[in-house]
C-alpha cells in the first residue's frame, strides 16, 4: 500500500514536472524570437543544402516561432526548412488554413516535400494531402502530438477555435476517412499529453510513441528531433515503436 502510495506521488510529480516543462516552452520561444528577430526566410537557405524541403506547420494559436528549436535543428542538419506565412497565429478554421498550405506550395513550386507539423498542424497537413491539388507535392508528414481523433476538451471548452476539434466534427470525421494518405504518415504523440488526452492509431499510419509528458516541451527532444531526420533522410521508424 506505501509502495503504490508513493508510486502515485512520484507520478504527479513528474506531471508536474513536465507541465513546468509545458509552460517554460510557451513562455520562451515566442520572446526567444521576438528579441531575436530571427527570420523565417533565414531558415531557407543553409549553406549547404540537402534533401527534401521541410515545411513546418505549427498548431493552433502558435506561430512558427513555437517551432524554432526544430528549424534551428534541422537548419544544422542542412535542410531547408519553410514557413506558411498566411498561418500567422494559426487561427483559422483547418480547411481554410491548408487550402492557403497548398496554394504556398503551388506558388513557391514546392516538390518533394516533408511536412514537419505540430497538433493542428497535423490535421492541416493531413487535409493537404489528402483534398488538394498540393497533395502529391507532399512525399511524407512527421506529426507532433496531432488530435487526428479530436480532442475530447473540445466537449469542455466552450470556444470556437477549439470546436474544430470536436471528436464529430465533419473535418475530423472526413479526414478520418481520408485514410489512403495514411501510408505517408508518421504520427509521434507522447506517452501522455495533457491537452491531447485520447491519441488513437491511425490505420495504415506509422505510429510512435515517446516515451515522454507534455504537449509542447517535446519539440526539444533529441529522440524526437532524430526521428524526424530519419524520416526526411528518407528513413522509416517502426510502426508502434516505443523511443
Not at 524541403?53 to 498548431?59: H, K, S, T
Not at 498540393?134 to 506529426?143: F, Q
Not at 466552450?158 to 479526414?175: D, E, K
Request: with cysteine; glycine share 8%; aromatic share 6%.
Amino acid at each position: 500500500m506505501l509502495g503504490a502510495r508513493r508510486s502515485v506521488v512520484h507520478q504527479a510529480r513528474d506531471l508536474v514536472a513536465f507541465c513546468a516543462k509545458d509552460l517554460a516552452y510557451i513562455l520562451r520561444w515566442p520572446v526567444v524570437g521576438h528579441l531575436t528577430g530571427a527570420s523565417a526566410q533565414h531558415y531557407a537557405v543553409p549553406p549547404n543544402p540537402r534533401g527534401p524541403v521541410l515545411v513546418l506547420l505549427p498548431g493552433v494559436l502558435e506561430t512558427w516561432q513555437f517551432m524554432r528549436p526544430l528549424a534551428d535543428f534541422l537548419f544544422e542538419h542542412g535542410y531547408r526548412v519553410r514557413t506558411v506565412p498566411y498561418l500567422g497565429h494559426n487561427a483559422g478554421p483547418i480547411r481554410e488554413m491548408a487550402v492557403y498550405t497548398g496554394r504556398f506550395l503551388e506558388e513557391q513550386d514546392l516538390d518533394d516535400v516533408v511536412i514537419v507539423a505540430h497538433s493542428k498542424g497535423g490535421l492541416i497537413g493531413k487535409y493537404v494531402m489528402a483534398h488538394t491539388a498540393a497533395g502529391d507535392r507532399v512525399r511524407a508528414m512527421v506529426t507532433v502530438n496531432a488530435p487526428f481523433s479530436g480532442s475530447s476538451l473540445a466537449h469542455v471548452i466552450r470556444m470556437r477555435i477549439v470546436r474544430h476539434f470536436h471528436p464529430r466534427h465533419p473535418t475530423i470525421s472526413g479526414l478520418n476517412r481520408s485514410t489512403a494518405v495514411n501510408a505517408r504518415i508518421t504520427s509521434i504523440c507522447s506517452t501522455y499529453d495533457p491537452l491531447i488526452r485520447d491519441h488513437e492509431s491511425m490505420d495504415g499510419a506509422t505510429n510512435v510513441s515517446l516515451d515522454a509528458i507534455g504537449h509542447f516541451g517535446i519539440l526539444t527532444d533529441d529522440r524526437l528531433q532524430a526521428a524526424i531526420l530519419t524520416v526526411a533522410s528518407g528513413g522509416h521508424l517502426v510502426d508502434g515503436a516505443r523511443i
